[in-house]
């Protein structure tokens, strides 16, 4: 019978096999139809940069000139010709005559330098702004107020005031190593360019009408973010000015830059490294980019986006053997149906309720039992040899039919084997093997985490949120959550220190106190929340109340800060530890 115990590994190594001999005989997608005609030809303006070398005051034509070249290089999409000049925002609070003539002009005759920590650019001299440094403790100026969260409680704004405390532009520089993702509104982003630009890896991002809405910049672990168009005042060609003559002085290799830029691009899939287009790219520079096409029309190369990836139909034309930009309807959504077996198809088949459609123009009928069968055996077939993406779908897959009641023992097992694997995304996983095995899944999830923890890096680069997930799931009484959460409460990477902290009423004595009183100092401002919250509830005693007046002296976050007063409080009547 001790062959029983060999079976898993026979199953894996079978459907290893089988998985690759699939591959090599799997057909190529057919060309798509109805494709759009190629645009004609664009002329290109040059590309000029602003120089290293900063003079006190550029003349208005340079700074156009530069702006033309910013320009050129990002506005890759369709620009509207009824394409916005004028801020949204130039009616709101009733601008005074001054600032309501710099909000309706496009130049200036001269723009002078202005120099902060870590970056420095123009802004129109002589007409009545000024720079002020806000100390908005992670919030943005806007019109004159402080008007929403950055992300970064660190952040310096560098606030552009017209006359009448109005906010004609604004930049913010905070310690941070990659772009903020998030979508604001009313920008309407449809495109993120992303180039080397003002001495950093850039990324720009085009609202609807195709011309740029938001500005971010990263060199050396330092963000500067220029304030969206649509929260300023300023006419669309003079935001566009200021954001051609930034320039941060953080010194950059320029390939690291090129990292930030392909890691930035990966993180969107194929619509992301769209983002790496540049104009004069040829078919072979094109396709090592983004991969084989889905198909040709003539002259236009046709890319197909998972749909899950938004299932989105990219057309890339060429002129002349070159990409130029884009053309009307260079991005519209798929309506040809997934093709049965393939992974969108069991996506959209296990997330079907009562036969409602899926997708768009299509459906794909409800769920049969033969449906579940073919499923179940091509998720069986894929499961040994997935890479990242097709793993966590393949698990997401799996989650579904468990909503729907339906599990496969087989499965399960291809699942458990290689869930310890590093590389491979956990958070689908964690969803199988907590909904199909819950009793035995907390062994593997201690184990997983034991090894995130350990790994070279720490968290061998998992998200935090997989690690909090499965923390949850182990749960307190488990004997060894409490051990887990010290680590993670120690690591020096700020993610996993904070998903540590979260667990902070899992800390046991000895080492509660000290690690609390760390971490009202932590650079993390989530995790100074947490250390102040454990304060003003249930710990600490009289001898905390001076580090604990000193850490709220030093705080810029106002939850924590609000914490800390109440813990001052609380503990003000309380003697030291021992009396």
């Known amino acids: ?104 002009r496009a130049s200036f005759d001269r723009w002078q330098l202005f120099e902060g920590q870590g970056v420095s650019f123009y802004l129109p001299a002589g007409v ?14 806007a019109v004159g107020e402080i008007f929403y969260q950055t992300g970064s409680p660190t952040a310096t704004w560098y606030r552009i005031v017209a006359p009448g405390d109005v906010t004609w532009a604004a930049l913010s520089v905070d310690r941070e190593g990659r772009f903020d993702f998030r979508e604001r509104y009313p920008t309407g982003e449809v495109f993120h360019k992303l180039l080397l630009a003002g001495g950093a890896a850039c990324r720009v991002s085009l609202a609807g009408d195709g011309r740029p809405g938001r500005v971010q910049w990263l060199a050396d672990g330092v963000r500067v973010s220029l304030l969206e168009w649509q929260h300023c005042v300023a006419h669309r060609s003079a935001y566009v000015g200021l954001a051609a003559t930034v320039r941060l002085e953080a010194a950059a290799d320029p390939q690291a830059q090129r990292g930030l830029l392909a890691g930035a691009a990966s993180g969107g899939g194929l619509g992301g490294r769209m983002g790496l287009l540049e104009r004069g790219m040829g078919a072979a520079q094109i396709e090592e980019l983004l991969g084989r096409p889905a198909g040709v029309d003539g002259s236009v190369l046709i890319y197909d986006t998972p749909r899950r990836e938004g299932g989105m139909r990219y057309r890339v034309p060429l002129v002349d053997g070159e990409f130029i930009s884009f053309g009307d309807g260079w991005r519209t ?44 055996s091509e998720v069986r077939l894929r499961l040994p040899g997935a890479d990242g993406r097709e793993w966590g779908d393949l698990c997401r897959v799996l989650a579904n039919l468990s909503e729907l009641r339906v599990q496969d023992e087989r499965a399960l097992q291809l699942v458990r084997i290689r869930f310890l694997e590093r590389g491979l995304p956990s958070s689908s996983a964690i969803i199988v093997l907590r ?33 909090r997930l499965m923390l949850a799931y182990v749960g307190k009484r488990h004997p060894e959550a409490a051990g887990l959460v010290k680590r993670a409460a120690q690591s020096r990477r700020p993610d996993v220190r904070s998903v540590g902290y979260s667990f902070w009423r899992w800390f046991e004595d000895p080492w509660r106190h000290p690690l609390l009183a760390r971490g009202v100092r932590d650079e993390v401002a989530g995790v100074r929340r947490r250390c102040a919250e454990a304060f003003a509830t249930e710990c600490g005693t009289a001898a905390d109340l001076e580090p604990l007046r000193a850490a709220l002296e030093a705080e810029v976050d106002p939850e924590a800060r609000e914490h800390l007063r109440q813990a001052i409080d609380r503990l003000g009547g309380q003697p030291p530890a021992g009396e």
């Open 1 to 104: 019978m001790k062959w029983l115990l060999l079976f898993p590994i026979w199953v894996f190594l079978l459907s290893y096999v089988m998985h690759r001999v699939r591959e090599a005989n799997r057909e190529p997608a057919a060309p798509p139809e109805d494709v759009g005609p190629a645009p004609a030809p664009v002329p290109v303006p040059p590309k000029p940069d602003v120089p290293a070398v900063r003079e006190a005051v550029l003349g208005g034509a340079a700074v156009e000139q530069v702006a033309a070249g910013f320009a050129a290089a990002v506005e890759l999409v369709p620009v509207a010709q009824d394409a916005a000049q004028l801020s949204p925002l130039w009616p709101v609070g009733g601008l005074g005559q001054p600032a309501l003539q710099l909000a309706s």
């Open 128 to 141: 009545g702004l000024t720079v002020e440094e806000v100390d908005a403790a992670g919030l943005s100026p």
């Open 333 to 376: 959504p798929r309506e040809d149906p997934p093709v049965p077996g393939e992974v969108d198809w069991m996506l959209e088949k296990t997330e079907i309720r009562a036969g409602e459609p899926g997708g768009v123009g299509y459906d794909l009928g409800a769920l049969t039992d033969e449906d579940v069968e073919r499923i179940l």
């Open 435 to 467: 909904s199909w095995d819950p009793a035995g899944a907390k062994g593997l999830f201690v184990q997983k985490v034991e090894d995130m923890l350990s790994a070279p890096g720490e968290a061998g680069g998992a998200p935090g949120e997989d690690l």
